[in-house]
């Protein structure tokens, strides 16, 4: 059979790797290993980029049903991703500061990072540049569920927070809460600064 | 985060819109879980009505109806909201023109207490003063000068004269007056005057022609260029030089020395 490239329901192109059975077992040899880890890497986070995907759960393995489908399973050559390989693929990637286990202290889902916080500080900042929300006071709402999708459109408030946290030590942000009880996405806010830049 | 100097204190002012920000976001949210309930008593009124159970979708529907009431209130609300946070925030806006047309006013203050009337007036008096000085000078000085010089410049002027009796450079009407009359006086040639004159000699000049005035006078035409005859009077008319016959004097080139 001849190994093709494949363009999912989706419109996502999927690397004729993906059609090698081999490529969705766990390699004993360590150095296949890694260099398939690797392949995979680069094929999650091209997807989740292209689907705006941000969390890889340990579940999407386990059944089927889910986002990550077209990834994880090939039906042509009835092969899936096992749950112990996608488990060692994640570990990898978090090693590699491409995604953050999501919530913290388990090891079953990750936030995934195909812009890494430095980046997504850039693309908000410069998407409140352009909808001219500097100086004025967001709710993170109003970040996440823009009235007129944005690139930040869905990004999940973990994520939102670390982002505003980089940009507020370069000084372009300043986290302003209501000061009552608690704080949490509730009780907060967000100003941004012209900046250096 | 206070360390960095650039960002501004958070006032009270700015916690009230953040919570009235809040707020509307959270009638957004009870908006969208509204429009979820509308659509799923939808679902169950169609489901019971494809199961036959007409009452049961008529309780649906009625739920739903209440819903959508409930929709629209929260509507009006959200204008409500929205239109304070708008208001406020157009206040600051106002606020802000207004501290900058204060600051404006100071500064314009601060400049006119340096610059009265008064000081300026005393100023442009103490110029024209000044200035009035300055030309009564010019005027002293120079009388002086042309009472001084006077003479000099009289001396001067009788040299010039002097020199002009002797010598003066052709000018266009001279030579088109002078050609024609020398053309005609010295005509031999059986055309045109332009041909007449004969070649003479080849001196350091780069054609030299003899000729003789029509009082009589002779003398050699000296050309700067070697050019037909006809042209020269119309191009090379101010670097004609004529001088008297058997002076062939090299450097004269631009001064006539006898023409009568």
């Given at each position: 059979?001849?190994?093709?490239?494949?363009?999912?329901?989706?419109?996502?192109?999927?690397?004729?790797?993906?059609?090698?059975?081999?490529?969705?077992?766990?390699?004993p040899?360590?150095?296949?290993?890694?260099?398939?880890?690797?392949?995979?890497?680069?094929?999650?986070?091209a997807?989740?980029?292209?689907?705006?995907?941000?969390?890889?759960?340990?579940?999407?393995?386990?059944?089927?049903?889910?986002?990550?489908?077209?990834?994880?399973?090939?039906?042509?050559i009835?092969?899936?991703?096992?749950?112990?390989?996608?488990?060692?693929?994640?570990?990898?990637m978090i090693?590699?500061?491409?995604?953050?286990?999501?919530?913290p202290?388990?090891?079953?889902a990750v936030?995934?990072?195909?812009?890494?916080?430095?980046?997504?500080?850039?693309?908000?900042?410069?998407?409140?540049?352009?909808?001219?929300n500097?100086?004025?006071?967001l709710?993170?709402?109003?970040?996440?569920?823009?009235?007129?999708?944005?690139?930040?459109?869905?990004?999940?408030?973990?994520?939102?927070?670390?982002?505003?946290?980089?940009?507020a030590?370069?000084?372009?942000a300043?986290?302003?809460?209501?000061?009552?009880?608690?704080?949490?996405?509730?009780n907060?806010?967000?100003r941004?600064?012209?900046?250096?830049? | 985060?206070?360390?960095?100097?650039?960002?501004?204190?958070?006032?009270?002012?700015d916690?009230?819109?953040?919570?009235?920000?809040?707020?509307?976001?959270?009638?957004?949210?009870?908006?969208?879980?509204?429009?979820v309930?509308?659509?799923?008593?939808?679902?169950?009124?169609?489901?019971?009505?494809?199961?036959?159970?007409?009452?049961?979708?008529?309780?649906?529907?009625?739920?739903?109806?209440?819903?959508q009431?409930?929709?629209?209130k929260?509507?009006?609300?959200?204008?409500n909201?929205?239109q304070?946070?708008?208001?406020?925030?157009?206040?600051?806006?106002?606020?802000?023109?207004?501290?900058?047309?204060?600051?404006?006013?100071?500064?314009?203050?601060?400049?006119?207490r340096?610059?009265?009337?008064e000081?300026?007036?005393?100023?442009?008096?103490?110029?024209?003063?000044?200035?009035?000085?300055?030309?009564?000078?010019?005027?002293?000085?120079?009388?002086?000068l042309?009472?001084?010089?006077?003479?000099?410049?009289?001396?001067?002027?009788?040299?010039?004269?002097?020199?002009?009796?002797?010598?003066?450079?052709?000018?266009?009407?001279?030579?088109?007056?002078?050609?024609?009359?020398?053309?005609?006086?010295?005509?031999?040639?059986?055309?045109?005057?332009?041909?007449?004159?004969?070649?003479?000699?080849?001196?350091?000049?780069?054609?030299?022609r003899?000729?003789?005035?029509?009082?009589?006078?002779?003398?050699?035409?000296l050309?700067?260029?070697?050019?037909?005859?006809h042209s020269?009077?119309?191009?090379?008319?101010?670097r004609?030089?004529?001088?008297?016959?058997g002076?062939?004097?090299?450097?004269v080139?631009t001064?006539?020395?006898f023409l009568?």
């Amino acid at each position: 059979m001849s190994f093709t490239t494949h363009t999912t329901r989706s419109g996502f192109l999927l690397p004729s790797i993906h059609s090698v059975p081999p490529f969705f077992t766990e390699q004993p040899n360590p150095t296949t290993q890694s260099q398939n880890i690797s392949q995979w890497t680069r094929l999650i986070l091209a997807y989740a980029r292209h689907r705006r995907l941000f969390v890889l759960r340990l579940e999407d393995a386990e059944t089927s049903g889910g986002d990550w489908d077209e990834v994880l399973r090939n039906e042509r050559i009835n092969r899936r991703v096992l749950p112990s390989h996608l488990s060692a693929i994640m570990e990898s990637m978090i090693t590699n500061g491409q995604a953050v286990y999501e919530p913290p202290k388990q090891t079953r889902a990750v936030l995934l990072y195909w812009r890494l916080p430095e980046e997504w500080a850039e693309v908000l900042h410069s998407w409140a540049t352009d909808t001219a929300n500097l100086n004025t006071i967001l709710t993170f709402y109003e970040i996440t569920d823009p009235p007129v999708p944005s690139p930040l459109s869905d990004i999940p408030i973990t994520l939102l927070r670390r982002v505003i946290a980089v940009l507020a030590k370069t000084g372009r942000a300043q986290v302003i809460s209501t000061g009552r009880t608690g704080s949490g996405e509730e009780n907060e806010g967000v100003r941004f600064f012209s900046g250096g830049k | 985060m206070g360390a960095i100097q650039s960002t501004p204190k958070v006032t009270a002012q700015d916690r009230a819109i953040l919570d009235l920000k809040l707020q509307r976001d959270k009638l957004k949210q009870y908006q969208k879980k509204i429009q979820v309930i509308l659509d799923r008593e939808h679902e169950i009124a169609k489901s019971h009505l494809a199961s036959g159970q007409k009452d049961r979708a008529v309780i649906a529907l009625r739920r739903r109806k209440y819903q959508q009431g409930l929709l629209g209130k929260t509507d009006a609300q959200l204008e409500n909201l929205e239109q304070l946070v708008s208001t406020i925030e157009f206040s600051l806006v106002e606020v802000s023109v207004l501290h900058g047309l204060k600051q404006g006013n100071e500064v314009l203050k601060e400049i006119h207490r340096e610059m009265n009337v008064e000081s300026v007036e005393k100023l442009l008096e103490e110029t024209q003063e000044a200035r009035e000085y300055q030309r009564e000078i010019g005027e002293l000085l120079s009388n002086q000068l042309s009472l001084d010089e006077e003479d000099a410049v009289q001396a001067e002027l009788k040299e010039l004269q002097s020199q002009a009796v002797c010598s003066f450079r052709f000018t266009k009407e001279c030579i088109t007056k002078f050609i024609p009359r020398l053309l005609r006086s010295r005509a031999k040639g059986p055309k045109s005057g332009s041909t007449c004159l004969q070649y003479q000699s080849h001196s350091r000049f780069l054609h030299c022609r003899k000729a003789k005035s029509d009082t009589g006078s002779r003398g050699v035409l000296l050309f700067p260029h070697k050019c037909p005859y006809h042209s020269y009077v119309s191009i090379e008319l101010e670097r004609l030089i004529v001088i008297p016959y058997g002076h062939v004097a090299l450097n004269v080139c631009t001064s006539v020395l006898f023409l009568k």
